[in-house]
């Protein structure tokens, strides 16, 4: 297991390493030995970002995560420029991608045009991204949340027919910013109407941040009882109220093994203004090593990274695990 004693540098030459010998590993033979970090830094924490990020720049931070580890790294989507410009130019960025042997390359496609750019690419994997709310998908998709199944339905049908892996995504599983609590029975149903049309694994998101960790075991139950199981579920937590580690704890005491997070913490919700940056895959990886919980990731590396988009971007990562390797100021 690659561990946070490994370094890296950045571009600046600055050094990323952990004192020697932490974090202390101590295992906890309950949790999964290892997890599959689903890396959306370059799809989901770019998206929100007002200032065009040159393509070529994409590229790299893309190989860079790559190079650190990450197996799964999220690279686009096939959206309308209209609706998300800082992802107008996935067309070109795709193709900048074909060197990555053994990576996985996960588009998002919100319809059956975006299922079209995507097979055109060669792409293999694809997401959809649905509502448990009626609000959010009124916000988001401009559609009910039944109006946006339908939508999706020939889009995973198409999908599959051509061999790809498709990943629902469920935004709103926890809280609402205009409807408040969304209950339990609802994100269930919409959980599995998305397994129902066939997307091989869903993706549950606290878009807001409101989750805390009672509430993530009773979704997770609540899904296992109505035949969901646990290894077609990933979690997606935003850390708004600082929740989103101890939210993935409880997850992984429940067996999930997936969990999304984003480099350096990058990300929010162009759609959802209360959302705020995702897990930063950085904090998440300290605490899996320290668990003894096997990721692949090189956190120097990593870390190095995500300190290099932060000065493209002009300002330092809000990720803790960043801040202190690379000694950037709080």
Request: hydrophobic share 40%; glycine share 10%; charged share 20%.
């Amino acid at each position: 297991m690659t561990t946070a004693d490994d370094t890296a540098e950045d571009t600046a030459g600055a050094t990323t390493a952990a004192p020697a010998g932490l974090p202390m590993t101590v295992r906890d033979p309950e949790l999964p030995p290892r997890v599959r970090i689903h890396e959306v830094g370059a799809r989901d924490g770019l998206q929100n970002e007002q200032a065009m990020v040159p393509t070529e720049i994409k590229a790299e931070f893309i190989h860079r995560l790559a190079d650190a580890g990450l197996t799964t790294v999220e690279a686009t989507s096939f959206v309308h420029p209209k609706w998300v410009p800082q992802l107008a130019d996935a067309e070109r960025l795709f193709p900048l991608l074909g060197d990555l042997r053994g990576v996985r390359l996960p588009v998002l496609v919100p319809n059956e045009r975006g299922l079209e750019r995507a097979l055109a690419l060669g792409a293999d994997r694809v997401a959809v991204f649905a509502s448990a709310t009626e609000s959010f998908a009124k916000a988001n998709l401009n559609r009910t949340v039944d109006e946006a199944l339908a939508m999706f339905d020939p889009v995973v049908n198409r999908a599959r027919e051509h061999r790809m892996h498709v990943r629902g995504y469920l935004s709103m599983c926890f809280g609402d910013p205009w409807e408040g609590p969304v209950p339990i029975d609802q994100v269930v149903h919409v959980c599995r109407a998305l397994l129902a049309m066939g997307c091989d694994e869903l993706s549950l998101g606290d878009t807001i941040g409101v989750a805390t960790p009672g509430h993530v075991r009773a979704l997770l139950t609540a899904l296992n009882e109505a035949g969901v199981p646990t290894d077609r579920i990933g979690v997606h937590f935003h850390d708004t109220y600082g929740q989103a580690l101890a939210n993935t704890l409880a997850a992984l005491q429940h067996g999930v093994t997936t969990v999304d997070a984003s480099a350096g913490g990058l990300g929010g919700c162009p759609y959802a203004k209360s959302a705020t940056g995702n897990l930063a895959t950085e904090d998440l990886v300290w605490m899996l090593h320290g668990l003894g919980i096997d990721t692949g990731v090189d956190l120097g590396r990593l870390c190095a990274t995500s300190a290099w988009m932060a000065g493209h971007l002009g300002r330092p990562s809000p990720s803790r695990t960043v801040r202190a390797l690379t000694h950037q100021e709080q």
